[in-house]
């Protein structure tokens, strides 16, 4: 071959190369691919998530995170993961790599009795690929593992199996779109759907609908419910199945947000009518939605209740089924008199039993607005019919045979189908069928001893959360329905549910509620859906917005709060949480939801500030005689409390800095003035139990790390300076005197030495002095004139980095920046100490908060010295926290007004 066709074949080459590059790039990268494209026709539920380390706080919150991790099969995700971090050599690299990804997980029924999940984990970057690749690359490595790699339908499969096991995750890579599923079928499924690309998506209906959009939305889940019966299928008894089938027939499909927060984790959402001849939407179109009023004949030993709101209950049964041969001449016309009187509402209500083997009892339920019209009917049909005209009493109530098989049936139409030997009440306007004497028993029974939903706070506050309309509703109470599910549970299947016992009572109360559309007829008429998963509150506090248009919010506990609320960042969050105490000595931990995470009792109050341990590990606190550390659940840890003398009144608590494999040091100052020194292990150190200083202390001692040795600087009111080693001994050049009276603590500096470690503080002669630890003054310069009644504090700001100068002399407050230049001045009204706090956020974002606690009133002034909110706000406790949110450019101010803590969202 020539050179110069050798040469035209290479740059011909060359040029298809860079041909097929361009017209990849221009042509087939530049299409965004369509997420639920990627999804199996046959999913039955897509849930989208998209912040996991929100989702993953919220469910720690909601404390569910707890319970799923006892759920067998999260137990397997959980160890996968650990293998995942062990083998890339990180820590928590799966939920770093998720972060704030669109994670689509769907669930497909694969085979009888069996069901799937298949995963779609989008990758962003050439940095997310090889990881993903190290990591297939570690596993390859490890003989545990086999690795191995197929070709489907022209699309590489990549399985991962353990040695020995023929389970294993199969994982496809599509256009930078991970799919794993532990079914090698679900990601065949993947590669056949891609066949097809024009076919319409599982969301096609939902195509214009971004729930993530929307503030605080969790996950958005799509539920097919024309498959859910097939998914049910899988773990209830097949005679279930038609029932089933019968509810779920009036939507066939639905897409909701889902919200965690606090007590409940609420699904809104919408849902599309099902469309088939006989389901329960072709039935009650048209038809008005109802409240539901028969919780005032609703027993608190229900454990399911199948709700629907109608007109006339004619429109339910349709056409009237025939009745036997013998009596159908006879009752046919009492029948239809009877269907005529029933309307508004009817339910079917099943019953907790005492154990899985009893049947639970069934009742039906029907509303009627001319109870004395029923009666007499349901006793001509019973004389046609040949029944007994013998009752059984129950209070006030009777209970009469029906002599007609499956009468709720043939009233009230087939989902009202079981009821073999039918008997019947009547309590009020509601009439009541059950298929044995006992169900009815126990019903009047409860009924008669109040013992119904309507006076029961717990199930009033549950229906108050509800929608006050709704067509269809279906209500559990997950505790009394347990042996119920037991019960209708496949053999196979119950082991599963008592393993999962503590996640399935977290909520207790579920509801799920279908409104239709205000005009059905409209194209495009959707039902509007709520799910509820909801505990009973049993917290100290209840939430409400704080204004009418929703900005801000109240947390109203039941007895008056004594603390000032304290801000705990958390990661992730757009708001802090707060910690704050009553005055029961009760600590209570608020997530940045506005929802008690937990409670603490402690022996008696703060002892000024806490201590947040880094990292989010959890809290250090005083009380006057005891030491306590909380993790972030609020539960306290090993060797805690720690038991001061019975002589010491804690008045500061001062934690060493971070560093190094030693057990924090915590030093206490007692009322008297002496100074005691403890580890987190419970040690104490010689020479500090305690150490005793000539004059009181001016304020809380510091406790520094400088060139990892420790010093404890400790100011006293006598104006002498001392700094302490750890044995408790002065460092050469202490102590010194400052040449005035001190009040408060300084602010310091900490560099590589010593000597070049700066301490600030302002004498009572209006001077601020700085000091270095080799016992140097470095400078002296005076902030403003003194008198004999003038007080001067130096105010570090909240990350104790800078600090501004308070003189208060009287009822004329002042204040300086460092470099003595006046900031403000007010006159206030009484002449009382005021708590002064400086906010800093940057340049421009200081915030100056002062605290008149005998009006209770805090004047927040801005870097101009403006009142912010033109007024003061109210707050009986002596401090305020403040918080800025850069993103929004909110301030977000916390305070507590006797029994509430209010939260308001301050934009400058």
């Known amino acids: 071959m020539s050179n110069r066709l050798l040469v035209f074949l290479t740059a011909l080459l060359l040029f298809t190369a860079l041909g097929s590059y361009v017209y990849y790039r221009r042509t087939v990268a530049r299409v965004p691919v369509d997420p639920w494209a990627l999804v199996p026709d046959d999913a039955v539920l897509v849930a989208v998530t998209r912040d996991h380390p929100t989702l993953v706080r919220h469910l720690k919150e909601t404390q569910l995170w707890d319970n799923l991790k006892a759920v067998r099969y999260f137990q397997q995700v959980e160890n996968q993961l650990t293998l995942a971090d062990s083998l890339t050599g990180g820590r928590s690299v799966v939920l770093k790599f998720l972060g704030r990804k669109r994670v689509f997980t769907s669930l497909h029924v694969t085979g009888p009795g069996r069901f799937d999940v298949l995963f779609q984990v989008p990758i962003g970057s050439v940095r997310e690929y090889r990881q993903i690749r190290g990591l297939l690359e570690g596993l390859g490595r490890d003989p545990r593992f086999q690795v191995t790699h197929r070709t489907y339908e022209d699309q590489q499969l990549t399985e991962v199996r353990s040695q020995g096991s023929p389970d294993g995750i199969t994982l496809l890579n599509y256009r930078n779109h991970l799919l794993l599923s532990a079914s090698p079928a679900l990601v065949e499924a993947v590669v056949r759907r891609l066949q097809h690309p024009e076919a319409p998506t599982v969301a096609a209906e939902f195509q214009s609908t971004d729930y993530f959009q929307l503030r605080d939305v969790d996950a958005t889940l799509l539920l097919n419910q024309r498959r859910l019966p097939q998914l049910l299928g899988v773990f209830f008894r097949q005679e279930l199945t038609p029932e089933i089938a019968a509810v779920a027939s009036l939507a066939r499909n639905e897409m909701t947000e889902m919200k965690l927060a606090g007590n409940k984790v609420i699904f809104n959402g919408f849902a599309n009518p099902e469309t088939a001849r006989d389901g329960l939407h072709q039935r009650l179109v048209g038809q008005p939605a109802q409240r539901l009023r028969m919780a005032e004949v609703l027993p608190l030993r229900a454990a399911l209740v199948v709700h629907i709101g109608l007109g006339p209950v004619a429109v339910l049964r349709g056409p009237r089924p025939p009745a036997p041969d013998s009596l159908a001449a006879v009752t046919g016309p009492l029948l239809d008199s009877l269907t005529a009187q029933l309307s508004q509402e009817v339910a079917l209500c099943y019953l907790s039993t005492p154990s899985a083997r009893a049947r639970p009892g069934k009742l039906a339920l029907a509303y009627t607005p001319n109870p004395g019209k029923v009666s007499s009917l349901l006793g001509q049909l019973r004389r046609a019919a040949g029944a007994s005209p013998g009752f059984t009493r129950v209070g006030p109530y009777q209970i009469y045979q029906t002599g007609v098989a499956e009468l709720p049936q043939l009233l009230l139409g087939p989902a009202f189908r079981g009821f073999a030997r039918p008997l019947v009440a009547q309590v009020g306007n509601y009439v009541a069928f059950a298929d044995d004497e006992t169900a009815l028993f126990q019903w009047l029974t409860d009924v008669t001893a109040g013992e119904v939903w309507s006076r029961s706070p717990t199930q009033v506050a549950f229906l108050q959360e509800a929608q006050p309309l709704a067509r269809l509703r279906v209500l559990l109470d997950t505790r009394n329905c347990w042996n119920l599910l037991l019960r209708g549970l496949q053999e196979e299947r119950r082991a599963g549910l008592l393993r999962n016992e503590t996640l399935f009572k977290r909520f207790p109360q579920v509801s799920m509620q279908w409104v239709p559309a205000a005009n059905e007829q409209e194209a495009g008429a959707q039902y509007f859906t709520q799910f509820v998963l909801r505990h009973p509150i049993v917290g100290p506090a209840e939430a409400r917005p704080q204004n009418q248009n929703g900005t801000g919010s109240v947390l109203a506990f039941k007895i008056p709060l004594s603390s000032s609320p304290e801000i705990v960042l958390v990661s992730g969050a757009k708001l802090p949480g707060v910690l704050v105490q009553d005055t029961a000595h009760v600590l209570h931990y608020i997530t940045p939801d506005n929802v008690v995470a937990w409670s603490d009792s402690l022996p008696g109050p703060l002892v000024g500030p806490t201590y947040r341990l880094p990292g989010a590990t959890g809290f250090l606190l005083a009380t006057p005689g005891q030491l306590f550390q909380f993790n972030s659940r609020g539960q306290v840890q090993p060797n805690f409390p720690l038991n001061l003398p019975d002589t010491v009144r804690a008045t500061s608590l001062s934690v060493s800095p971070a560093g190094g494999s030693a057990a924090r040091r915590l030093l206490v100052a007692g009322a008297s003035g002496n100074l005691f020194l403890y580890d987190t292990q419970g040690r104490t150190f010689p020479g500090w139990q305690p150490k005793q200083l000539e004059f009181r202390l001016a304020g809380p001692p510091q406790y520094l790390t400088v060139d990892g040795r420790d010093v404890v600087v400790v100011l006293l009111e006598n104006g002498y300076v001392y700094a302490l080693d750890q044995a408790g001994n002065p460092y050469p050049g202490f102590p010194i005197s400052v040449g005035a009276r001190l009040a408060g603590s300084g602010l310091a500096e900490t560099g590589p030495t010593l000597s070049r470690t700066r301490v600030t503080v302002v004498t009572q002669h209006g001077e601020l002095v700085s000091f270095n630890l080799s016992g140097d003054v470095v400078s002296r310069r005076r902030v403003a004139t003194w008198s004999r009644t003038s007080r001067f504090r130096l105010i570090p700001d909240q990350q104790q980095r800078s600090f501004v100068v308070a003189r208060e002399d009287g009822n004329r407050f002042t204040l300086f920046d460092a ?76 305070r507590v007004v006797g029994s509430e803590l209010r939260r308001t969202d301050v934009k400058l």
């Open 819 to 894: 470099n003595s230049r006046q900031l403000l001045s007010q006159t206030f009204v009484t002449t009382a100490p005021r708590a002064v706090q400086y906010f800093n956020f940057g340049p421009g974002r200081q915030v100056y908060a002062v605290t008149e606690t005998g009006p209770g009133k805090a004047y927040l002034y801005d870097s101009r010295a403006r009142l912010i909110g033109g007024q003061p706000f109210s707050s009986t406790v002596a401090q305020v926290s403040l918080s800025y949110d850069p993103a929004t450019g909110l301030y977000h101010l916390f």
